[in-house]
């Protein structure tokens, strides 16, 4: 299975809003709404901040929302902050019953 | 609150087994609902699902490493486990235990990660 497809990097100023996108096939992103996003400090664990396209786990901030149209996952963060500084990686479950991660994208804050 | 502790050598030698295991505390592995699994992020690279179990025993794994992969799960001591066969270098990488959620691909609580570097 290939990984999912996002862009390398995304920047942009504080306050603005940015967006990740997450490409993959219809036996992945476009055949279940089962995609999940994950911020990723390195050295630490992963922090899951969307799940099931669009759902916030209790206690991530609404600057965080997530959407889906076909093979294409989105990832949408608004009111860019400083600390949002870090890597994003989607993840889709598959119609192979397993799962595969994105290539990750590196958000710049300039 | 739920926590999950990866423990296991962090070298091991070329054409080896990696052995890891993720001690999970604050809740029962037991559960109907949740799955357990494992995610591997190599150097200067990205994350990668390399398994998950059901705590019944029932495994699924990423094509790429079938061959070479083996969880397991013991209720008794709320653990599972990673086996991972004939290591080279391109099997060193921070290796993560995570907790699968109520739906697919919720990967909800993580380890801190261990790293293990496949070395002479």
Known sequence: QSALTQPASVCGSPGQSITISCTGTSSDVGGYNSVSWFQHHPGKAPKLIIYDVSNRPSGVSNRFSGSKSGNTASLSISGLQAEDETEYYCCSYTSSDTYVFGTGTKVTVL | ?120
């Open chain 2, 1 to 120: 609150q739920l926590q999950l502790q990866e423990s296991g050598p962090g070298l091991v030698k070329p054409s080896e087994t990696l052995s890891l295991t993720c001690t999970v505390s604050g809740g029962s592995i037991s559960g109907s609902t949740y799955y357990w699994g494992w995610v591997r992020q190599p150097p200067g690279k990205g994350l990668e699902w390399i398994g998950t179990i059901f705590y019944t025993g029932s495994t699924y794994y990423n094509p790429s490493l079938k061959s070479r992969v083996t969880l397991s799960v013991d209720t008794s001591k709320n653990q599972f486990s990673l086996k991972l066969d004939s290591v080279t270098a391109a099997d060193t990488a921070i290796y993560y235990c995570a907790r699968r959620g109520s739906s697919r691909a919720k990967f909800d609580y993580w380890g801190q990660g261990t790293l293990v570097t496949v070395s002479s």
